[in-house]
């Protein structure tokens, strides 16, 4: 019952009084709109071991995809951030510092790589950063519908973007290295050229500002050159808060990001959530 009440309201996204009408319906189960919040909170109350084994995991990974985005949480902007690695998931609503939940969720001294958009806190963070190619691309292809100047661009950007793809293990360390500096010297050449038109100088700081973050995963292959996987599990949680609205407090966001922290790593190691939710509680 805990389980799949839990798994109506985070999984299935129902608002609370469909949670109700649909237990009443199929079961002929009558609870009340306390009941499936108290529900929810027992249930995360039992995930919380579990939830903090995923943190500890974090720390040790070799590299990991990180997006945010607002959240309200009883009408204060807080954020709600998404750290994803190759085997878990975690979400986490914070209205610290940038700076101050990478420390709390990666560590003081994290040795991984981190895959994400230009978000400066990250630069201040480490110097190991693979920025995402998909927010670039998009970026510059909307530029060129606008300015012909920028379709010449915008097609030198796909081709780079094909070689850091490209590249795999395989290939030679050393073969690597003189790749990742003839990028950096092609995207040079491309920064003075935007450089050099009006319309385009903006988007020439944007290039520069991240040039030692573009190619990173020409010397380490086994990362993604685009932060997609981070940016759909964040859709995910994004969809749940159209449905849930504003968070009322700080209980509140620890139940919401505890189970859906458990369902989105349970979905992403391939297992069952309801088996799994019923084994943890």
């Known amino acids: 019952m805990l389980s799949h009440v839990t798994l109506l309201r985070f999984e299935d996204r129902l608002p609370i009084r469909k949670v109700v009408g649909s237990l009443k ?3 002929n189960i009558k609870v009340t709109h306390t009941t499936v919040l108290d529900i929810t909170r027992r249930v995360s109350n039992k995930l919380r071991v579990k939830y903090e084994q995923i943190t500890y995991e974090l720390k040790r990974a070799p590299f990991v995809h990180i997006d945010q985005t ?9 954020q709600l951030w998404v750290f994803v690695t190759q085997s878990c998931t975690l979400f986490i609503i914070r209205k610290a510092g940038y700076i ?10 994290y040795k991984g790589i981190i895959i994400g958009d230009g978000l400066e806190t990250y630069r201040q963070y480490t110097d190991l950063i693979q920025r995402c190619w998909t927010h670039l691309l998009r970026e510059s292809a909307d530029i060129a519908e606008k300015h012909k100047s920028a379709k010449v661009l915008h097609e030198n950007l796909k081709k780079l973007f094909e070689k850091v793809t490209n590249v795999t293990n395989e290939d030679p360390p050393d073969k690597r290295q003189k790749l990742y500096s003839k ?3 092609e995207m040079t050449q491309l920064i003075d050229y935007a450089n050099s038109c009006k319309e385009l100088r903006k988007f020439a700081v944007k290039l520069s500002h991240g040039l030692k973050h573009w190619f990173t ?8 050159a685009t932060n997609n996987i981070a940016e759909r599990a964040l859709r995910e949680f994004v969809v749940l808060r159209k449905i849930i609205g504003t968070l009322r407090n700080t209980k509140g966001t620890e139940i919401v990001e505890i189970i859906m922290t458990m369902i989105a790593t349970w979905k992403q190691r391939g297992l069952d959530t309801f088996s799994m939710m019923r084994t943890s509680i």
């Open 183 to 185: 990028c950096i010297a």
């Open 70 to 78: 607002d959240i309200k949480v009883g009408g204060v902007t807080y």
């Open 25 to 27: 319906r199929q079961h």
């Open 100 to 109: 101050d939940v990478m420390k709390t969720v990666l560590g003081k001294r």
């Open 217 to 224: 995963r020409i010397r380490y292959p086994f990362i993604d």
